[in-house]
């Protein structure tokens, strides 16, 4: 089976059809598109990312930001940037939409022989960052493999007999890695953010996990940052959101 991740969308059009276009070309048969949350927030094209989102996804856990969005929750923990785009998202947003919102699933939502989640499969608002973090995660779940977002940092973690390290992602000079999941260790793995990546590089993030043959394919696509700046900064959103997507960070 060949499953589909996506997470941490943020409005972005660009970025987001840039993937699926790479998605189309790539893989012409899925069999499931994930969606890991966060499919509002930063950006400026709410209302189209998420009616995209909801034609092509097959399953949708919500994000903090699909949540603050829709319930207003925990966004005193916003930095000032994120909680101006939360309040200004709410207004764009159709009333089919926000029910759309409201309706998802907080995760861990358990999917054939896996789980995806935001941020933890503990805790959905929980980031696991390090390979300590890792460690104590593995320690709590049964699964083999946890899928989840909300660091927009493109690849994860392997724990071994207690052990975790971090997995590879693809470097600036490749557009594609692979990385074989071995049968008796737990894995975390992160498909990186679609529309704000956070891990030095600019271009836009997804993987596929091919569970039959049990690898985890990463890709990054580029795609039009200009325009996605354009659109935020003409929409009175805060210049730090159209800024820090040239950088990846």
């Not at 994000?63 to 909680?83: L, S, T, Y």
């Not at 071995?182 to 600019?202: F, H, I, K, M």
């Not at 569970?211 to 900064?233: C, G, W």
Request: glycine share 6%.
């Amino acid at each position: 089976m060949l499953y589909v991740l996506l997470s941490d969308l943020h409005a972005n059009l660009e970025a987001l059809q840039a993937v699926l276009g790479d998605i189309d070309e790539r893989y012409p048969q899925v069999d499931q598109v994930l969606c890991l949350g966060d499919i509002v927030g930063y950006g400026a094209d709410p209302e189209p990312v998420l009616s995209l989102t909801r034609s092509i996804m097959d399953r949708c856990i919500r994000g903090n930001h699909d949540k603050a969005v829709a319930f207003g929750e925990n966004v005193e923990w916003f930095n000032p940037a994120a909680r101006d785009a939360t309040y200004w998202t709410l207004n764009q947003l159709s009333v089919d939409s926000l029910d759309f919102l409201r309706e998802l699933p907080k995760g861990p939502d358990l999917v054939d022989s896996f789980q995806i989640c935001h941020g933890s499969p503990l805790d959905e608002d929980e980031y696991i960052i390090t390979a300590t973090d890792a460690a104590i995660v593995a320690q709590k779940v049964d699964l083999g493999v946890t899928c989840f977002g909300h660091t927009h940092v493109q690849g994860g973690f392997c724990v071994l007999q207690g052990q975790a390290t971090t997995l590879p992602r693809p470097t600036s000079d490749e557009n594609s890695k692979t990385v074989e999941l071995e049968e008796t260790a737990y894995y975390l793995l992160n498909p990186g953010s679609v529309g704000q990546p956070r891990d030095q590089d600019s271009r836009a993030a997804y993987a596929v996990l091919d569970s039959d043959n049990r690898l985890f394919h990463m890709h990054r696509v580029p795609y039009e940052i200009a325009a996605a700046q354009t659109k935020i900064l003409a929409a009175g959103l805060p210049e730090r959101l159209a800024v820090r997507l040239s950088y990846g960070r």
